[in-house]
């Protein structure tokens, strides 16, 4: 093979190599997630998304468990046999801290906080976004509704380049 034709292959062997590269860090995030627990999906998930467990460190969790008689203002009060399970699921998989969920607990310190919307990286990540397209936007209203602009959501994908904000399309920071 002369120089030329070894140039050339090399030069699609390296984009191809690149192109798979790339495809993966965007999935990191996704692939990261624990798989979730079908009791939680049940009982969290009929009233909202069931955020990954990965979203909130293991305090966090277990203070929002031993609060249910007042779960942001309403009773989602569980059996016990129920509410310990969940609670093991969720201390165990907020435990498991891959890919792009470690960077959630930068700049937290001590604090505990009960929403994920508390996390300093979660504001750093939204705070461009004008109030018209969240709270004046009856098909989002708040920060929390993860999946209405995170389209892949219950799968733990929060790429930002798949951010749809309904009513005014893709987001493009």
Known sequence: MNHKKRM???????SATLAFS???LGRTWA????????LYLEE?????LAYPAQLLPPASW??????????FGENAELEAES?????????????QKKGSYRKLFRNLGDKV??????????IHEHDEIPSRYIKANDKVASLSQCNACHKRAQQGNFDEDDVYIPGFGRWDD
């Open 8 to 14: 050339i292959a090399g030069s699609i062997l390296m």
């Open 22 to 24: 790339l495809y993966g």
């Open 31 to 38: 692939s990261s997630t624990t798989q979730p627990d079908p």
């Open 44 to 48: 969290c998930g009929s009233c909202h």
């Open 62 to 71: 277990q203070k929002i468990m031993s609060q249910l008689d007042d779960h």
């Open 83 to 95: 509410r310990k399970a969940i609670s093991e699921y969720l201390d165990s998989a907020s435990q």
């Open 113 to 122: 906080p009960d929403r994920i919307t508390k996390l300093p990286y979660f």
